[in-house]
């Protein structure tokens, strides 16, 4: 019964992600769309949080550590970039 | 049952940092939006996911991504936000002070940077 109530928090999901995407899209500065990028990866871990309760597979949760993990060095790196990038 | 209430809280945080990342003026306010009230997001749907399945395995991960997501969110923001001020992104028209402009050096870059 509860799965069914998860799959709708599922779908409810894809409101956020609409949101980045349109940010990502539009931007207008490049900072912009990395911000919305970040963002589109924190939707994505509770997607993949949400996912581990429906299926009742753990294994998602590991999905969700990695996730983080790769949004936060390509965060940090597009920002160097954009800082030498600027300076030049 | 308590976790599908933390899970819909967690996702209408996630919900409300979309709006504000679609709806904000500038980067900042942007940045606002979107880390807080979406790591938190985040968080509270991980905290479902350990309520749901009740085992120390998973709590303990759980707890794990938790508190990294916890330490890098404002490291990436603080990051993103310095490299943005530095380049040269334009401030909201509505922005009431600038303490930076005062004492640091003066933003630097040009349109082509954006």
């Known amino acids: ?88 | 049952m308590t976790a599908l209430i933390i899970a819909a809280l967690g996702i209408g945080l996630m919900v409300i940092a979309g709006i504000g990342l679609f709806r904000m003026p500038d980067l900042l306010t942007r940045m606002h939006a979107s880390s807080k009230a979406g790591t938190l997001g985040a968080i509270l749907v991980l905290a479902a996911v350990a309520i749901h399945f009740g085992d120390t395995a998973i709590v303990v991960r759980v707890v794990v991504v938790c508190v990294f997501l916890l330490i890098t969110a404002p490291i990436a923001s603080h990051v993103i936000a310095r490299a943005a001020y530095r380049t040269g992104v334009p401030l909201s028209p509505e922005t009431v002070i600038d303490e930076l402009a005062e004492t640091a050096e003066p933003p630097q870059g040009d349109d082509s940077v954006r």
């Open chain 1, 1 to 88: 019964m509860t799965g069914g109530v998860f799959d709708i928090l599922l779908t409810l999901l894809a409101l956020p992600l609409a949101f980045g995407f349109v940010r990502l899209v539009r931007g207008p500065s490049l900072p912009d769309r990395v911000v919305a990028l970040d963002f589109i990866t924190a939707v994505a871990v509770a997607a993949a949080g949400v996912w581990a309760i429906i299926t009742s597979n753990p294994v998602f949760l590991d999905v969700a550590m990695v996730l983080a993990l790769i949004s936060f060095v390509g965060t940090v790196a597009f920002a160097r970039y954009l800082e030498r990038r600027g300076r030049r």
